[in-house]
């Protein structure tokens, strides 16, 4: 796909999308707040505003003649690091570099439309996948990550059609863009002086989605939906400065960001209670490694086709489970809630990033909706995630690189979420 068409997606977007991860990886959930009090339970069978076009367009067919969408939610996450012994040579420095999480932003808009009274189209603007770590500059770590950034941007027309009052049907095309920049330090001199290392990799692909939703009830929804795996092709530049300067080249790596499948029902109990249940999984083995290639020479001798650095990542496919109820005070105010469970992909603490120091994770969400109008809804949710503390013990060091060195410790990771949406039929 031509490259010059999709930077046009960044564009049509007043916020840059980017964030900490919430969910495990770097997948990222909040692809609206309305979900958030719930911690994202019955996502794919709820079909409650134009959000579905991400999570089921199948659900667009429950939806008014136009619906649109837009909120925004705000992800903060702590990763402290504790050394316990690395040994990582003269390259880098000392110190736990400070709180390697932060702060990020991510928004959402949608607009779904009924063509007729059984054939609907829709349109997603959303980021599914991102994070962001950072370090102090010279952190006893340094040599294997000072600061890690993965934005992507993701446009999704779809259609949904009604076949009868229990089955609807809905797909979509997924246009997306994928930035990601790495910072650590090396050094290839004669001295072992420390240089600065900028990787930068971006690149555009294509992915797919569908799902299905079925009223088995009056009271009971079922839905399905399947998110393709995205392939990427990206290509980019290794810029050194200082002593290894000469090292400089471009760059290309191939990533496969993961497909997900989700299972949802939603039940009412009563007018005034409505339960929710989720169940999905994350295909990350489709990220074994991560090798990046130098695709042209450097000024040193090192020859087009090497390895400049291999990310053995050597992710597992994971699940999530989710359970949430809604209750309704009055026609204007309703009062959410959930629990989740999300596993990580990482096996273990040698195969642990200081880029990523990512463990299970369990959320605890409370939510509120309010209906100025009968035409308009506002969500507001928050989630704190509890995070296990993930051992560390990654050795980088190698005969072809040994001032990476090997990071031990243990981490102490957190995560906050609080959310926003605003939603309006015509």
């Known amino acids: 796909m031509n ?13 840059a999308f980017s964030g900490s991860a919430a969910a495990a990886g770097f997948q990222l959930l909040e692809q609206n707040a309305s979900g958030i009090g719930n911690a994202y339970a019955g996502s794919a069978a709820i079909a409650d505003n134009a959000s579905t076009v991400f999570y089921n367009p199948a659900g667009m067919t429950q939806l008014q003649r136009i619906e649109v969408s837009g909120g925004i939610s705000a992800v903060g996450t702590s990763f402290k690091f504790t050394d316990q012994g690395s040994s990582v040579g003269a390259l880098a ?66 259609v949904a059609y009604r076949v009868n009052e229990y089955v609807s049907l809905g797909g979509g095309l997924n246009i997306q863009r994928l930035e990601a920049t790495y910072k650590r330090l090396t050094a290839i001199s004669v001295n072992g002086a420390a240089s600065p290392l900028k990787l930068t990799l971006d690149d555009n692909s294509l992915g797919w989605n569908m799902g299905a ?13 399947y998110r393709s795996e995205v392939k990427y092709s990206t290509t980019g530049r290794i810029e050194i400065t200082g002593p290894a300067a000469a090292n400089s080249s471009d760059a290309r790596a191939d990533i496969t960001l993961p497909d997900v499948w989700i299972l ?14 989720d169940v999905s999984r994350t295909g990350w083995s489709s990220i074994p490694k991560v090798d990046v290639i ?23 496919d994971t699940w999530r489970i989710a359970v949430g109820a809604n209750y309704k005070l009055n026609n204007e105010w309703m009062l959410k809630g959930g629990l989740a469970y999300d596993q990580t992909p990482v096996q273990g603490p040698t195969t642990r990033l200081v880029s990523l120091p990512d463990n299970d994770r369990t959320w605890f969400s409370l939510g509120a909706q309010w209906k100025p109008t ?11 995630l509890y995070v296990k503390d993930a051992r560390i013990d990654n050795d980088q060091g190698t005969a072809a690189a040994p001032l990476r060195g090997r990071v031990t410790g243990t981490y102490e990771d957190s995560a906050w979420i609080f959310g926003l949406q605003g939603s309006m039929a015509f």
């Open 3 to 15: 490259k010059t068409n999709l930077r046009l997606i960044p564009a049509l977007i007043a916020i």
């Open 93 to 158: 420095g000392t110190g736990n570099g400070n709180d390697g999480g932060g702060w990020g932003f991510i928004p959402n808009g949608y607009i779904s439309w009924a063509l007729t009274k059984d054939l609907y189209v829709g349109l997603g603007i959303g980021a599914p996948f991102g994070m962001k770590t950072e370090y102090d500059d010279r952190w006893v770590g340094a040599a294997q990550s000072q600061s890690f950034d993965v934005k992507t941007y993701n446009l999704n027309p779809s």
């Open 213 to 225: 939703l079925f009223t088995l009830t009056p009271q009971t929804k079922l839905g399905i939906s």
């Open 264 to 277: 949802s029902v939603t039940h009412k109990l009563s007018d005034r209670v409505e339960l929710l249940g």
């Open 294 to 316: 130098r695709t042209t020479a450097t000024l040193s001798g090192l020859q087009v086709g090497t390895t400049a650095q291999t990310l053995d990542t050597d992710f597992k």
């Open 374 to 384: 009968k035409s308009m809804t506002i969500d507001a949710g928050a989630t704190y």
